[in-house]
């Protein structure tokens, strides 16, 4: 499928997840004005130090927009799918057009699901504990422990470099346990850094 991807670090998208964004330079206010005519859809992708693209990012549509006063937009982009960059087209285009083709989650360990996502409930409380981060889980409760990985991926301050290597997880099962892992690796770096301070 062709769409146009908007390369923005740090701002990661999930599938089932939201993302607001203020479009305000002119080759992205053009992106949008040709998602608005063709699905609405736009895919998030990160850069690598040498700026080439991650090949994995996530396909959002846009659910609603404000035109301001200023030409301005104001977006929301809801994940739909993980992607993989087939090829960048050669368009005459400002801004990146790509053929991509959406990626779904496998998962292996069903039965292990529930127990994932209570470990993953109660690593990510520790880590807003220890972070020092007022935020009310109760509506996590009854997430799936996909759906709470993806919530936690995208609302956590963790770097967007080991959230683009949770993006490309293809087995739900190993993005929960490697999220796992990380906020545990978190909590335990930021417990030897107050020791030491």
């Given at each position: 499928?062709?769409?146009?991807?908007?390369?923005?670090?740090?701002?990661?998208?999930f599938?089932?997840?939201?993302?607001?964004?203020?479009?305000?330079?002119?080759?992205?206010?053009?992106?949008?004005?040709?998602?608005?005519?063709?699905?609405?859809?736009?895919?998030?992708?990160?850069?690598?130090?040498?700026?080439?693209?991650?090949?994995?990012?996530?396909?959002?549509?846009?659910?609603?927009?404000?035109?301001?006063?200023?030409?301005?937009?104001?977006?929301?982009?809801?994940?739909?799918?993980?992607?993989?960059?087939?090829?960048?087209?050669?368009?005459?285009?400002?801004?990146?057009?790509?053929?991509?083709?959406?990626?779904?989650?496998?998962?292996?360990?069903?039965?292990?699901?529930?127990?994932?996502?209570i470990?993953?409930?109660?690593?990510?409380?520790?880590?807003?504990?220890?972070?020092?981060?007022?935020?009310?889980t109760?509506?996590?409760?009854?997430?799936?422990?996909?759906?709470l990985?993806?919530?936690?991926?995208?609302?956590?301050?963790?770097?967007?470099?080991?959230?683009q290597?949770?993006?490309?997880?293809?087995?739900?099962?190993?993005?929960?346990?490697n999220?796992?892992?990380?906020?545990?690796?978190?909590?335990?770096?930021?417990?030897?850094?107050?020791?030491?301070?």
């Amino acid at each position: 499928m062709r769409f146009p991807v908007f390369p923005l670090n740090g701002a990661l998208l999930f599938p089932n997840t939201n993302l607001p964004l203020n479009i305000f330079e002119n080759i992205y206010i053009d992106m949008v004005d040709y998602a608005l005519s063709n699905g609405r859809l736009i895919g998030m992708i990160q850069t690598k130090k040498n700026n080439d693209f991650f090949k994995i990012g996530c396909l959002g549509k846009i659910t609603n927009f404000t035109e301001t006063s200023d030409g301005r937009y104001q977006i929301n982009l809801e994940g739909k799918s993980r992607f993989k960059i087939n090829k960048i087209l050669d368009n005459k285009l400002k801004f990146i057009l790509i053929d991509g083709e959406e990626l779904e989650y496998t998962s292996n360990f069903k039965k292990q699901t529930s127990t994932l996502g209570i470990e993953l409930l109660s690593g990510f409380k520790k880590y807003l504990k220890i972070k020092k981060i007022d935020f009310n889980t109760s509506e996590f409760e009854s997430l799936d422990a996909l759906n709470l990985a993806k919530i936690i991926c995208v609302i956590s301050p963790l770097d967007y470099l080991t959230k683009q290597m949770l993006l490309e997880f293809n087995s739900s099962d190993d993005l929960c346990k490697n999220l796992i892992s990380v906020l545990e690796m978190e909590i335990n770096n930021i417990g030897k850094s107050s020791k030491i301070n």
